[in-house]
């Protein structure tokens, strides 16, 4: 098994910025994809950005320029830099880890801009 604890999150205005953090802790291989997905409410959970353990990164277009991604293998965390916050980031963002094709999730952080 595999547990997912994220921090970050919270209420900050438009334009303002936030950073994400999740560390995984238990059955940790060292071949895995780490990301962010979100779920605003009354939608679908969505891909935010996603890192490979050998670097490659992936963004949903909605994000591109505005977050990044970023991991340390060392201590095997994640991390989600959000700036250029807008509205439509309102969602509940969900740590999410790939290993030997099973997804493990955390308990989700809401991330909450206002107008």
């Known amino acids: 098994q595999v547990q997912l604890v994220e921090s970050g999150g919270g209420l900050v205005q438009a334009g303002g910025s936030l950073r994400l953090s999740c560390v995984a802790s238990?059955?940790?291989?060292?071949?895995?994809?780490m990301g962010w997905y979100r779920q605003a409410s009354g939608k679908q959970r969505e891909l935010v950005a996603d890192i490979a353990s050998g670097g490659t990164t992936t963004y949903a277009d909605s994000v591109k320029g505005r977050f990044t991604i970023s991991r340390d293998n060392t201590v095997n965390r994640v991390n989600l830099y959000m700036n250029s916050l807008r509205p439509e980031d309102t969602a509940v963002y969900y740590c999410?880890?790939?290993?030997?094709?099973?997804?493990?999730w955390g308990k989700g952080t809401l991330v909450t801009v206002s107008s």
């Open positions: 238990g059955r940790i291989f060292s071949i895995n994809s």
């Open positions: 999410r880890r790939k290993q030997s094709g099973i997804d493990y």
